[in-house]
C-alpha cells in the first residue's frame, strides 16, 4: 500500500512558496526574472540529497533529473513529471507567508494580515470537502503560490518515497520543473533530448482526482490602428484619432457573449488584454480561445471583420490584423495514445479517488510538451483559488497527488 504523509508534503510546500518566483511577462531575459532560480537551485540540492545522483539545473533554470530504472523489463517507456517554479503576475508572490491550518472546522477564515480577506465554504464550496483535515492559505497580502509549488511538493515526495522504497518496481522516471509557465514561456528553452522521456505528466491541476488531456487552443491578435495626425488647433475634418478608433472598436465588441466573463464549459472567446498608443498609432491586444481549430478561426475573422467595419467609419485610417500562435489543444495529440491518460485515470483510482475527467479553459506546459514529442496530460494537486490573495490548498489533495504519480510509475512498469 502507497501511503504519503499529509505533513510532509505541507512541510515542502511551505518551504517553497517562502522562495519568491514571480515571472514578469514584459521581460526579456530567460528566466524573466532571475529570482526563479533560487528556489530551482534549492529544489536541485534536495534532489541529490535524496541520493539522486543524475540532477542539473541548467542556464535557464530548468531542473532535470533522472530516477534509473530499477526493472529486469527493457521495453518500459521513460515517462516525466512536470510542474513549474513559477507564481503569475496576478498578485505579489513577495514574502508569502503560509498558515497551516491544522483540522480546518468547517468555519469562516480571515487571514491574519489583510482580515478583509476571508476564505469561506460559501465563497470556494471545495474546502467542505477538507473539515477535519488539513489546508494551507497565505496571509492576506499575496497569493499562495499553490500554483504550481502544490504540484513541485508532490514529485519531489513522490520521488522522496520512490528512493527510500527501492523494490518499488519502475522504469526510467525523469523529473521536469520549468520557469516561466505562467507567462506563456514554460517549454520556449526546455532541451528534449537532454530530457529524454516518451510521456509524461503535468501536476498542475485543481480538485482531487481531476485529470485533464484537452485544453484550448490559443492564439494572440493584434490590431495595429493608424490615424492621421495634424496639428490639433488646425485639425477640423482632417485629424483621425487612433486612440478614438481604438476606443470604437472596444465599444463594438459584444456586450453579453464571446468574452471570459460570459463563457464557460467548451465555449471559446476573445479578450482584450491591452491597448497602448498615441493619437497617431494605437495597437489592441487581444488572446483568443477555444477548443477546436475551426473555432479559433471563426473568432478571429469576427473580430477581423467587426474592426473592420468600425474603421470604415474613420475614412483616412488604416489597420493591420496580425496572428500569432500560442498553445494548441493537447487532446488532438494525447487521443493518438490513449494509454497516457488511461494509466493516469488507472493510478487515480488507485491512490482511492473518483477520476473527474475535465477539459481546461486554459493551457498548461504540457500543451506544448505534447506538440514537441512528449503527449502530456495534466493531474490535480488540489491548488484552489489560484491567482489570488484567497488561494489555497489541501495537505491531503497533495499527498494523494504524489500517491498517484507512485501508482503511474508501477503501472508503466507493470503493462510494458
Given at each position: ?14 518551504r517553497?512558496?517562502?522562495i ?31 541520493g ?18 530499477n ?9 516525466c ?17 503560509p ?13 491574519p ?5 476571508v ?38 515526495e ?35 533530448k ?6 509524461g ?12 488531456d ?42 453579453n ?16 488584454v ?8 494605437t ?11 475551426s ?15 468600425v ?5 483616412g485610417?488604416?489597420?493591420v ?22 494509466f ?39 491548488m484552489?483559488?489560484?491567482?489570488s ?28
Amino acid at each position: 500500500m502507497i501511503e504519503i504523509s499529509s505533513n510532509s508534503v505541507a512541510e515542502r510546500l511551505m518551504r517553497y512558496v517562502q522562495i519568491d518566483t514571480q515571472s514578469d511577462p514584459l521581460g526579456n531575459n530567460f528566466p524573466t526574472t532571475e529570482k526563479q532560480k533560487d528556489l530551482s537551485k534549492l529544489l536541485l540540492n534536495e534532489l541529490i540529497g535524496m541520493g539522486i545522483t543524475n540532477a542539473e539545473m541548467d542556464a535557464f533554470g530548468y531542473v532535470y533529473a533522472t530516477i534509473p530504472s530499477n526493472s529486469q523489463k527493457h521495453a518500459i517507456p521513460t515517462i516525466c513529471f512536470c510542474s513549474h517554479i513559477d507564481t503569475a503576475p496576478d498578485c505579489s508572490g513577495t514574502d508569502v507567508k503560509p498558515i497551516h491550518h491544522q483540522n480546518y472546522d468547517g468555519k469562516d477564515i480571515a487571514l491574519p494580515d489583510d482580515k478583509d480577506q476571508v476564505l469561506s465554504i460559501k465563497n470556494s464550496p471545495y474546502l467542505e470537502k477538507h473539515i477535519g483535515h488539513s489546508i494551507i492559505t497565505a496571509s492576506g497580502l499575496t497569493l499562495l503560490g499553490a500554483d504550481d509549488k502544490s504540484g513541485v511538493a508532490a514529485i519531489m515526495e513522490a520521488a522522496f518515497y520512490l528512493m527510500q522504497h527501492p523494490t518499488i518496481p519502475h522504469g526510467d522516471i525523469k523529473i521536469l520543473f520549468t520557469p516561466d509557465e505562467e507567462v506563456g514561456k514554460g517549454t520556449a528553452q526546455v532541451d528534449m533530448k537532454k530530457l529524454g522521456a516518451d510521456f509524461g505528466y503535468t501536476l498542475d491541476g485543481g480538485e482531487a482526482g481531476s485529470l485533464e488531456d484537452e485544453t484550448f487552443s490559443a492564439d494572440s491578435a493584434t490590431i495595429t490602428i493608424e490615424g492621421v495626425i495634424v496639428h490639433p488647433g488646425y485639425a477640423k475634418g482632417k485629424l483621425i484619432n487612433s486612440l478614438k478608433v481604438a476606443g470604437a472598436i472596444m465599444d463594438a465588441l459584444p456586450k453579453n457573449e464571446w468574452s471570459p466573463e460570459t463563457t464557460d464549459v467548451k465555449e471559446g472567446f476573445v479578450h482584450p488584454v491591452a491597448m497602448n498608443g498615441i493619437s497617431e498609432k494605437t495597437t489592441l491586444q487581444f488572446i483568443v480561445r477555444d477548443f477546436s481549430l475551426s473555432g479559433l478561426q471563426a473568432h478571429h475573422q469576427r473580430l477581423k471583420s467587426l474592426a473592420e467595419e468600425v474603421i470604415k467609419e474613420f475614412p483616412g485610417a488604416t489597420m493591420v490584423y496580425e496572428a500569432q500562435e500560442q498553445y494548441r489543444n493537447m487532446k488532438e495529440v494525447l487521443d493518438k495514445y490513449p494509454q497516457v491518460t488511461a494509466f493516469a485515470a488507472e493510478a487515480i483510482q488507485r491512490s482511492g479517488l473518483v477520476v473527474k475527467k475535465e477539459s481546461i479553459r486554459g493551457g498548461t506546459d504540457g500543451s506544448r510538451f505534447s506538440y514537441i514529442g512528449m503527449p502530456c496530460p495534466n493531474i490535480f494537486t488540489g491548488m484552489q483559488n489560484i491567482h489570488s490573495k484567497l488561494e489555497w490548498v489541501g495537505t491531503k489533495d497533495m499527498a494523494k497527488a504524489a500517491e498517484t504519480i507512485i501508482h503511474l510509475c508501477m503501472i508503466w512498469e507493470e503493462k510494458n
